[in-house]
């Protein structure tokens, strides 16, 4: 369980590439590797550890989509106190779970002694949306076997430092027992595999949120996860929370300084209940715009823009890892 002391583990995606909600992506200007590097070594605490998100894709061998690395070879980003923070997507219109749980044990082969976690699928919980794993047929399955292949891999490398999970969004509605449905279908194996289960949020982004609420509305969030997602589902509060992406774009009416302070109070917020609902983790997306002249909502998340120039919120960050980190 997570102390009252106890610092958050930060970390940040540093791709400009950003999915959006039809199944797209929002792109502009290429990665900087350098510029990538220089920001990173900004943000990363002295002698601290720092997770460096990359998402990974598996899909058919006659899949005509160009599979892409976002951001392109992540392991160039891991070194001096940066570790991987690993998605291993699930995206296989023929439902080749055996096929993505060998792309998954490789994973591990290859990257595992840089790799701090390893998320199995990304929102396998959202259906309709190509980007998102959620559309692709037995992805409660690829779930829990790449789970329980992920951590046997590891254990037979002797990667005692990796640690294995999956993310949902937020769970309502008809959604809302989906961490259910694989605790049942997994059993005790797949409850004992987990290192930690994700939570993909943005508050404020979607739905509009009155600033003197957000605080309340993230810890209640986190909360009601703990309490009626993952305890009724069987995931005991030894199980830490990873907040596994989080983040609020500018753009048109949506300005700088307002992200830095959606970031701060979330980030507060996150940190005040770490202790209560054991979240160990927080990975905020993105670290540079996608493209800063595009008016679209996905593409201007970064703490950066496209050009590697801080906004208001970069230096935020910096101060809540120094403050809350370790």
Do not use: C
């Not at 605080?215 to 009601?224: E, F, N, R, S, Y």
Request: negative net charge; without cysteine; glycine residues 12%.
């Amino acid at each position: 369980m997570t102390n009252a002391s106890d610092p958050l583990l930060f970390g940040i995606y540093p791709g400009g590439a950003t999915g959006d909600d039809s199944g797209g992506l929002a792109t502009g200007p290429a990665d900087d590797p350098e510029r990538i590097r220089a920001a990173l070594d900004r943000l990363r605490p002295d002698g601290g550890t720092f997770l460096v998100r990359g998402y990974v894709s598996f899909v058919d061998a006659d899949d005509r989509r160009e599979v892409t690395q976002a951001p392109e070879r992540v392991e160039q980003y891991a070194g001096d106190g940066r570790v991987l923070d690993l998605v291993a997507q699930y995206q296989s219109h023929s439902g080749d779970v055996a096929g993505y749980v060998d792309f998954v044990r490789d994973l591990v082969l290859r990257h595992g002694h840089r790799t701090a976690t390893l998320q199995i699928t990304e929102e396998p919980n959202v259906p309709g949306n190509p980007t998102l794993d959620g559309h692709y047929p037995r992805v409660r399955e690829a779930v829990i076997e790449g789970v329980l292949a992920a951590a046997d891999e590891a254990g037979r490398q002797g990667f005692d430092h990796l640690r294995v999970g999956f993310n949902t969004t937020p769970l309502f509605g008809p959604g809302a027992d989906f961490i259910a449905s694989l605790t049942d279908l997994g059993g005790k194996e797949f409850i004992d595999a987990l290192g930690y289960v994700g939570l993909d949020f943005f508050p404020d982004v979607f739905q509009p949120i009155a600033p003197d609420r957000l605080h309340d509305a993230i810890t209640g969030l986190v909360g009601m996860h703990r309490a009626e997602r993952l305890t009724p589902a069987g995931i005991a509060p030894e199980v830490p929370i990873h907040i596994t992406e989080n983040g609020w774009p500018t753009g048109p009416d949506r300005a700088p300084e307002r992200q830095a302070e959606v970031l701060e109070t979330t980030v507060r917020a996150i940190a005040e209940r770490r202790t209560t609902h054991n979240v160990r983790a927080y990975t905020h997306f993105a670290l540079r715009d996608a493209d800063s002249a595009a008016p679209g909502l996905f593409h201007r998340f970064g703490l950066l823009t496209d050009d590697y120039r801080p906004k208001p919120a970069f230096a935020v960050y910096q101060e809540v890892i120094g403050r809350f980190g370790g």
